[in-house]
């Protein structure tokens, strides 16, 4: 059976960011911050320190550490509720692999940066717009015979989804990034070589 994972993992992360970003200095007032989120129709600013990303601000951080603390947003600044570490991805990673580190993280949206330079953001939105015509794609697949395979020649370095090991080898089978060892056991078993 094809898995829209076929073509997920053809999209990578620069395909579906939104960019430029809207940056704001961490000596902004929360006032201003909202300020651009309104003005640009966004859900979060980039927060700047010396021209190099520091943190980010989201409108859930406005509302649970300014207005539900009854805080004057004139006087609380960037710096004191922005969320740091800031949590990055390059523009080359596939989807699939920015949306594990999202469900990891707990976060909605990654800022993309490539040699220390800001270049994107990208959000669950931005990736599920393109999932209805990944579907489509699959469905067209299907129906003229075409690859029906999960592509497995990336090879990443991380925390295998099936023991929980560190990893510098890490390949995609089916929807779980697996170790060696892990990826060998399966072969034991009786499942299909990544190799293949």
């Known amino acids: 059976m094809v898995k829209p994972s076929t073509l997920v993992d053809e999209l990578k992360v620069r395909d579906v960011m939104s960019s430029p970003v809207v940056e704001a200095s961490e000596n902004a007032s929360v006032v201003e911050v909202a300020e651009l989120m309104r003005k640009y129709?966004?859900?979060?600013?980039v927060i700047s320190s010396n021209g190099k990303p520091t943190g980010i601000i989201t409108k859930t951080d406005i509302v649970e550490k300014v207005v539900a603390n009854?805080?004057?947003p004139n006087k609380i600044y960037a710096r004191d509720i922005m969320t740091t570490p800031l949590q990055t991805i390059s523009p080359e990673v596939v989807i699939d692999e920015a949306l594990s580190k999202m469900n990891k993280l707990k976060l909605s949206?990654?800022?993309v940066v490539y040699k220390d330079r800001l270049v994107g953001?990208?959000?669950?939105?931005?990736?599920?717009?393109?999932?209805?015509?990944?579907l489509t794609i699959v469905r067209e697949r299907?129906?003229?015979?075409?690859?029906?395979?999960?592509?497995?020649?990336?090879?990443?370095?991380?925390?295998?989804?099936?023991?929980?090991?560190?990893?510098?080898?890490?390949?995609?089978v089916e929807d779980q990034l697996m170790c060696e060892d892990c990826?060998?056991?399966?072969?034991?078993?009786?499942?299909?070589?990544?190799?293949?």
């Open 109 to 111: 949206r990654l800022v």
């Open 70 to 72: 009854g805080s004057d």
């Open 121 to 134: 953001i990208v959000t669950i939105k931005d990736i599920l717009q393109v999932t209805p015509e990944i």
């Open 41 to 45: 129709n966004i859900g979060s600013v």
């Open 183 to 196: 990826r060998l056991e399966l072969e034991r078993s009786g499942g299909r070589s990544v190799l293949e």
């Open 142 to 172: 299907l129906k003229i015979g075409g690859p029906a395979t999960v592509r497995t020649e990336s090879v990443a370095e991380g925390y295998c989804e099936v023991c929980g090991e560190w990893s510098d080898y890490l390949v995609r």
